[in-house]
């Protein structure tokens, strides 16, 4: 729909004038997305993506661009012709399925409107899974008035992150009232049910706390070790099963009253849970709901950190615990 696309940033070109000049802001696009709705109809002169085609690209009738479905299939996309009121007529050739998700759900408490926008375009950017937004008894309620979650500027946002990957599919975002209705929901079950099992197919999972690499085996059993010794950060030792069907690993990031620090995870596991409280932190409260619940409390570190950028962190934390970085 045009609407939808004018909503977003990954609109590549933005027109405007002052002072009788034209500047034009380019934003990176690495592929140009349709919804199957638009299957079939021309791109109209105005569309955002007719612009970026003609005036960014400079393509023509005849050439060619990476395309997509939104939540299917890319590959390529053909210029018919460029009609004479400025549309463009298109033809699509989409037979490569898009890479899976990374198996990790973050959830997070609700950070300022200003910043959930980059925020959902940055984990969607960074292949997540799915998006939590919750509320938390510290972070501020006023927060949770924001239009962006209910106008189409979230989905607008988490596009732009995907476009930018050159990815078809966006996480799945869901908001809830509290932690406590999150952690009775168990929202990541459903998400990390199907997915997991992609990621694994394509991931040799090392095992580095061995002191040498090695495959990790399917048998292996989770197992949580937790060194002894006084005045130590605990060093944590995580195994995957290697089943779809086990429980991903549950992590609350906590720098006020950690159990160990997310950097020392050692080894990788399969699935992941994330929970990030809102700039306040959590509550004594609610830290003993997310251990009841089985998350572990671990932390990035003593500085306290923006809403925006512990999520960034955390998220990459977790991909490179779960091998995606190769």
């Known amino acids: 729909m045009p609407g939808l696309y004018s909503a977003l940033a990954l609109n590549i070109s933005f027109h405007i004038l002052k002072n009788t000049k034209r500047y034009v802001i380019i934003f990176p696009v690495n592929i140009i997305l349709f919804e199957n709705a638009e299957i079939g109809k021309p791109l109209p002169r105005r569309d955002e993506r007719t612009l970026h085609l003609l005036k960014v690209l ?17 590959g390529t996309g053909k210029i018919d012709s460029v009609r004479l009121d400025g549309s463009i007529a298109y033809s699509l050739d989409l037979k490569e399925e898009p890479p899976p998700r990374y198996p990790i759900h973050i959830a997070v408490g609700f950070p300022r409107p200003i910043q959930i926008r980059r925020l959902l375009r940055d984990l969607s950017n960074l292949g997540l899974l799915a998006v939590d937004i919750i509320g938390t008894e510290l972070g501020e309620k006023s927060y949770r008035d924001t239009k962006l979650l209910t106008d189409g500027g979230a989905k607008a946002a988490l596009i732009e992150g995907a476009v930018q990957a050159r990815d078809t599919c966006i996480p799945a975002l ?5 932690l406590e209705e999150w952690l009775a929901e168990r929202s990541w079950e459903r998400s990390l049910s199907g997915n997991s099992t992609a990621f694994t197919e394509r991931t040799a999972f090392t095992d580095y706390t061995a002191g040498a690499e090695s495959t990790m085996r399917a048998e292996r059993k989770p197992a949580i070790s937790r060194p002894q010794e006084k005045n130590k950060r605990p060093v944590w030792s995580v195994y995957a099963s290697g089943s779809p069907s086990r429980s991903p690993l549950l992590i609350a990031l906590d720098n006020v009253r950690p159990e160990g620090s997310l950097a020392l995870l050692s080894a990788l596991g399969q699935s992941m ?20 619940s089985g998350f572990l409390r671990l932390s990035m570190g003593e500085r306290a950190l923006r809403t925006e950028t512990a999520c960034t962190a955390a998220a990459v934390l977790a991909l490179e615990k779960i091998g995606a970085l190769g």
Do not use: C, P, Q
């Not at 849970?273 to 009841?292: C, M």
């Open 58 to 74: 400079h393509k023509k009738a005849g050439d060619t661009f990476d395309a997509g479905i939104l939540g299917g299939n890319l």
């Open 273 to 292: 849970v994330l929970a990030v409280g809102s700039e306040r932190g959590w509550s004594d409260k609610e830290r003993n709901e997310l251990e009841a």
């Open 174 to 178: 869901s908001v809830f009232a509290s």
